[in-house]
């Protein structure tokens, strides 16, 4: 007498909800996984949704400008007066010395009128201002000797 296996059903049963029985195992079905499809099948959306995604965007300054402070001739002058009373200026000689670069200034600009003689240290100073401060006896102190034009 033949004796019959009976077989393992090739029934599948459970687990085929939804997307099928192997549909979307590896993303598929959703187009890829992540920003897969971007230049492709996803383009409209990428369009809509980041359109910085590609190209340049822009560029990165590496070397920094540096803020210069600036003042006038006339301001120095005003407040020669309060500058001496604070030790930042001194009397030599009926001149008055000036560092501006302690003060936190690199230019001198001529604007303004100079009514007594200064001594005045700076990093840079136009001409106007030099020939103003020569006129009135006294004289500028460039740190590198050039004068801004």
Not at 48 to 58: K, L, R, S
Not at 79 to 97: M, P, Q, W, Y
Not at 112 to 138: C, D, H, L, N
Request: without cysteine; positive net charge.
């Amino acid at each position: 007498m033949v004796r019959v296996v009976k077989e393992k059903t090739k029934k599948l049963r459970g687990g085929s909800y939804g997307r099928g029985h192997k549909a979307g195992r590896g993303k598929g079905k959703r187009g890829g996984k992540g920003m897969a499809g971007l230049g492709k099948h996803r383009w409209i959306w990428m369009q809509v949704n980041m359109p910085d995604h590609y190209g340049g965007h822009g560029f990165v300054r590496h070397a920094q400008s540096v803020d210069v402070r600036a003042i006038n001739i006339g301001d120095i002058d005003r407040t020669s007066d309060r500058l001496i009373e604070k030790g930042v200026a001194k009397v030599d000689e009926d001149k008055v010395r000036v560092d501006l670069g302690k003060m936190g200034y690199g230019v001198l600009l001529g604007g303004g009128q100079v009514g007594r003689p200064f001594i005045i240290k700076v990093g840079r100073a136009t001409e106007k201002a030099i020939e103003k401060v020569k006129s009135a006896g006294g004289e500028v102190e460039t740190d590198g000797g050039d004068k801004e034009e």
